[in-house]
């Protein structure tokens, strides 16, 4: 088999991580339920969060689990899309917006 | 897209006795997954026992107008399996004698059976409280011959229960093919106008969704907001309730997730979303399936995989509900497909 650091069947074992540190590991799950079930925003709106974040954390895992949570709820593809685009325009911003900080230092150490 | 059965291309899975092969190697022999007898055991719910029989669901035939890429019946155009109207009389003798009180006939596109108008003017006569016909929707604009299904349904009070996997265009066509998406909205605005799922009518519009693709459905009730707002806004179209059915990994579902390379993940989610509380409810307890040429099952997909009922009557002829109700029902992997999550059935989820 060919060496990855990323196994796509490494997904369904995330729940062991509980059992080299249970109590940590039982509140990080019960806390992540918790996040994702319905309030001030809906369920969906969540996916649609989660699946942004995945995007600019980079995680494969997670790009995959909510993928498919968003096909699950309805979620179209040009929602899921738009959703990624927002979290890359925040990332790209993020980026950009310390160009300031460039410009501030170039003009501070330019006469 | 597809065109034929896997019946008419001589597909290996048209055989039941492969799919059930499939679904009992691999990750269930190996323990990767327990198998459904094993799961159900755990909360010592097998065998898993029929109660009363309330659902009567009578499949007149495999024919269809449509060849749908998840269809666990593996209909379309090619089939010639039909129900004929000698066993049409043996399931009215059925109807008159049964405790059930809902009568479900389905296909194939049961309004293809060249008898169906008979046999539902005759089943009427004898009253039932719940008459439902699952109707494919584009069957209804499929020729002239039947656009006038909408005044017939309503004038025998007939349930309607249609398939709608998704909203839009795209999606719907992808599952059930080309053109498939504009036909049922033109067939849904005729049964709207006759009366069909307007509110407070008592003309019973219902709407199917299956997932279309490796996926499970998710919460029945926020599909259905989602639904009813999107087919109001764009097409002014209302009906009543949304049932979200899981696709169950037998036939051209089969297929597909084996062809896709899904089958493995899909059995993972099933068993992952295993809920033993949907266990007591699922519809073989409450369900009698009869295929068209007679013979008896615990449900439509134990017809498919030619499971028949494991009692001394086995077929409608010898038909008799208190030995019936006396049987283990027979179950296979496939039977996660409806403990998933809040349970699956022809009536939407379960718990």
């Known amino acids: ?111 | 897209m597809l065109k034929k059965s896997l019946h008419k291309r001589a597909n290996q899975l048209s055989q039941s006795k492969k799919q059930l092969e499939i679904l009992s190697n691999g990750i269930f022999a190996n323990g990767e997954l327990p198998t459904f007898k094993d799961k159900i055991a755990e909360t010592n719910q097998f065998p898993l026992r029929p109660n009363k029989t309330e659902i009567l669901q009578i499949n007149v035939g495999y024919m269809c107008n449509q060849v749908c890429s998840h269809c666990h019946v593996d209909a379309g155009p090619d089939r010639k399996e039909i129900m004929t109207k000698e066993t049409m009389q043996q399931c009215l003798d059925i109807i008159k004698n049964t405790g059930a009180h809902t009568l479900d006939l389905t296909g194939g596109a049961p309004e293809m059976n060249p008898n169906f108008r008979w046999f539902v003017e005759e089943a009427s006569k004898i009253g039932v409280e719940d008459f439902i016909v699952r109707s494919n929707l584009t069957i209804i604009e499929a020729n002239k011959k039947y656009n006038d299904l909408p005044d017939f349904f309503k004038k025998h009070n007939i349930h309607v229960i249609s398939s709608m996997p998704h909203w839009t265009k795209e999606k719907t066509d992808k599952q059930r093919g080309q053109g498939v998406f504009n036909k049922s909205i033109e067939a849904l605005k005729k049964l709207n106008a006759v009366g069909y799922g307007m509110p407070n009518s008592n003309l019973k519009l219902d709407l199917v969704y299956n997932p279309a693709g490796a996926f499970l459905p998710t919460n029945q009730a926020s599909m259905e907001k989602d639904f009813k707002k999107a087919l109001i806004d764009d097409f002014g179209i209302q009906f009543h309730n949304l049932f979200a059915i899981t696709n169950l990994p037998i036939s051209r579902f089969l297929e597909y997730l084996i062809a896709s390379e899904n089958y493995e993940d899909y059995m993972y989610s099933l068993v992952e979303a295993f809920n033993p509380s949907a266990v007591k409810n699922v519809m073989c307890t409450n369900t009698i399936s009869i295929s068209w040429d007679g013979w008896l099952y615990d449900c439509d997909f134990n017809q498919m995989l030619d499971l028949k009922v494991d009692s001394k009557v086995k077929h409608v002829s010898e038909y008799n509900e208190d030995i019936l109700n006396n049987r283990d029902i027979i179950i296979s992997q496939h039977c996660y497909g409806c403990t998933a999550g809040a349970g699956s059935s022809c009536q939407g989820t379960v718990v």
């Open chain 1, 1 to 111: 088999m060919e060496k990855t650091y990323y196994d796509p069947a490494d997904l369904k074992k995330f729940p062991k991580i509980t059992e080299w540190s249970e109590e940590l590991g039982e509140k990080f799950f019960d806390y992540y339920g918790k996040v994702f079930e319905e309030g001030a925003l809906t369920a969906r709106e969540k996916s649609l969060i989660a699946l942004a974040v995945s995007h600019v954390v980079k995680c494969p895992y997670c790009i995959d689990a909510y993928t498919k949570d968003g096909l699950q709820r309805g979620i179209t593809k040009e929602e899921m899309m738009e959703a990624v685009h927002a979290g890359a325009a925040i990332e790209s911003g993020a980026t950009l917006v310390h160009g300031v900080q460039m410009m501030k230092k170039y003009d501070k150490l330019s006469m």
